[in-house]
């Protein structure tokens, strides 16, 4: 059974250039979350989605982050424009609300560096 | 300040000694998960504790909820190279989810 499926597993991009992050979750997960990891602020919650609807995005660091879930088996994160301290690995992780939606099952992420 | 703080942050041990690594709260949780995240990969979910006082084993690892459900610790036996990674730990308390502040374990063959 396939797991998380992210994309691109690396991104290399210049500052002020639109990034988008792609993330397929595991077949049957009503649950979404798309998290950023960097070693000054360790993993941070930035957006989740229950049946593809928004539940709470206050951890979306400003208005050039935007997030989207078009179907039960697609989401992205998008950066427009793009900064150098965007530089992050960004997770996607998927949950099933029957076993615990706190039990979370994570992509491989995608490192993204801004020049 | 971060609501799970972990301690230590770094450790560095022999293979086959043992260790404990440590997840402390202010806050009441009503759950709390623990995770090992390897290099270059995504976070793993290795236990789901939720009664205080709650003792879980999972070979050699043995995972303890507090009995005020405010902290948590990680003990493992004999450490062995593949214990290697950054362990989290991650706690439920109202309708918020939290991450803590990481432990990152390196055994030495």
């Known amino acids: 059974d396939a797991g998380v499926i992210q994309s691109p597993r690396h991104e290399v991009t210049e500052m002020g250039q639109e990034v988008t992050l792609r993330c397929k979750p595991i077949s049957g997960h009503d649950y979404l979350f798309w998290y950023r990891q960097t070693m000054m602020r360790g993993l941070e919650l930035l957006i989740y989605f229950n049946n593809n609807v928004p539940i709470d995005d206050s951890g979306m660091p400003e208005d050039r982050f935007s997030a989207k879930m078009p179907n039960a088996s697609f989401s992205t994160l998008k950066i427009q424009p793009s900064e150098p301290r965007d530089s992050a690995v960004y997770f996607c992780?998927?949950?099933?609300?029957?076993?615990?939606?706190?039990?979370?099952?994570f992509g491989p992420g995608t490192r993204l560096t801004v020049t | 300040t971060q609501l799970l703080e972990q301690s230590p942050q770094f450790l560095s041990i022999q293979e086959g000694e043992n260790l404990t690594v440590y997840c402390n709260s202010s806050?009441?949780?009503?759950?709390l998960q623990w995770y090992r995240q390897e290099p270059g990969e995504g976070p793993v979910l290795l236990v789901t504790v939720v009664t205080g006082g709650e003792v879980k084993k999972l070979k050699r690892l043995t995972f303890q909820f507090g009995d005020a459900r405010k902290d948590s610790s990680l003990h493992i036996t004999a450490a062995q190279p593949g214990d290697t990674g950054l362990y989290l730990c991650a706690g439920v308390t109202g309708n918020q989810f939290y991450f803590g502040t990481g432990t990152s374990l390196t055994v030495i063959p």
């Open positions: 806050s009441v949780f009503s759950s």
């Open positions: 992780a998927s949950s099933h609300s029957g076993r615990s939606l706190y039990e979370q099952y």
